[in-house]
């Protein structure tokens, strides 16, 4: 090197004589200044990951299923699953190994009847590691430019979840209801536009995969003069839920399953009316998902229908139970609240026939205490309500079932 050359700072250019210190590297000089601004730049980033790291309470699989089975009834098979996902994706997101292993992220799809408890279990999930989570109804997307909403107004739904802090929306959870809707109507590809199904699904990829996307902080169309926000959705679980309606038809097709004819040994050990069981990736292909998004989102799981047993259950022994609402509502108003255990039967009974889940339990619990919960909190000098089998059907009898399921 001659004495006349020039050393300056290959970050800065600032010239040798104008730093304190300037460090030579095989082809490259850096000096002090710039130093100290990537030194605080890998503090920072240290610091956010610790902070998350401390704000997720990262819990083993047993630990997780454990805290669901204080929600959710039943479900077994699902909560396991979900367990396993949840807690193989947020341990991805916290390892410090840089090795060359790069983790892919675990998205799910959970499939079951309406009222079985898909947006409970993610709520749940969310609320037990305390990271933003957010509910979008495919329903109302459409691809971008078309009336309805963009793809991309879901993370708008997680900015707010997140108060706008976007190294928490980041790690959060989005739950995507009746994803089953966004289906293509036939397993062919479409020559036309479907710019609310198969035109929805391929606009979701790149979300779910992981990609910087910018969006909108308030919602609504993008335009040039507005201000975005950049958010990486890598590291953003993302769980889908829907009723698939019909999907049994292709599961039955593809397990060979008769309802006439001669049986065979596979069939005497299929419970049709639990069919979803035996769901797989190829079913969700046939129903009308494309196979780049059922690739994306690798965990599928099933929700049980809910029978008599499990009705009940859900009734009276989550900590969120209807019957414990009830008795919390009255509470306040100085009422004690008890329920009859033939009450309670009637109740699960008339469920049942609406055959709408958990939510049929509040349907009918709604008709049941509607009158009572109009009368008693002007009425000083009721302190006390008991429940009976005649006080429900006679409840009952005022509205039929027609009107439940509108309901």
Request: charged share 25%; hydrophobic share 40%; proline share 3%.
């Amino acid at each position: 090197m001659s004495d006349n050359e020039i050393i300056i700072c290959s970050f800065c250019s600032k010239n040798k004589q104008d730093t304190n210190v300037l460090i030579a590297g095989s082809s490259a000089h850096i000096c002090d200044v710039c130093i100290q601004q990537a030194y605080e730049i890998v503090k920072e980033d240290q610091a956010t990951l610790s902070t998350f790291s401390e704000e997720v309470q990262l819990l083993k699989p047993k630990e997780i299923k454990r805290h669901l089975d204080d929600f959710v009834i039943g479900q077994e098979s699902a909560k396991k699953v979900i367990s396993v996902a949840v807690y193989n994706h947020y341990k991805r997101i916290l390892q410090t190994d840089t090795n060359e292993v790069d983790i892919e992220k675990t998205n799910i799809i959970m499939a079951g009847r309406t009222g079985t408890g898909k947006t409970l279990i993610a709520r749940s999930i969310a609320k037990l590691l305390k990271v933003p989570f957010c509910i979008a109804d495919a329903t109302v997307l459409t691809e971008a430019g078309y009336v309805g909403e963009d793809v991309e107004s879901i993370l708008t739904r997680l900015l707010q979840a997140a108060d706008y802090d976007v190294d928490r929306a980041k790690k959060g959870i989005i739950f995507i209801d009746e994803i089953d809707k966004v289906a293509r109507k036939s397993d062919n590809p479409s020559i036309t536009r479907d710019v609310s199904g198969e035109g929805v699904q391929q606009a979701m990829l790149k979300l779910l995969e992981g990609t910087i996307v910018n969006v909108p902080p308030q919602g609504g169309r993008k335009h040039p003069d507005q201000k975005m926000i950049a958010l990486d959705t890598k590291d953003i679980l993302f769980i889908s839920g829907g009723a698939f309606d019909g999907i049994e038809q292709h599961i039955s097709s593809r397990i060979n399953t008769r309802s006439i004819g001669f049986k065979s040994e596979k069939d005497s050990i299929i419970d049709k009316d639990n069919i979803l069981e035996f769901i797989s990736a190829q079913d969700l292909k046939t129903f009308g998902l494309i196979p780049e998004l059922i690739g994306r989102m690798p965990v599928v799981t099933y929700l049980e229908p809910l029978d008599h047993i499990a009705l009940k259950r859900i009734l009276v022994e989550p900590k969120n139970a209807l019957i414990t609402q009830y008795k919390k509502l009255f509470e306040i108003d100085g009422i004690e609240l008890t329920f009859d255990r033939k009450a309670i039967d009637i109740i699960v009974k008339q469920a049942v026939e609406l055959k709408l889940g958990a939510r049929g339990l509040r349907s009918v619990c709604e008709a049941v205490m509607l009158d009572a919960m109009f009368e008693f909190p002007s009425d000083k000098s009721k302190t006390k309500l008991i429940i009976t089998q005649e006080y429900v059907n006679n409840q009952l009898g005022k509205i039929s079932l027609n009107n439940l399921k509108a309901a």
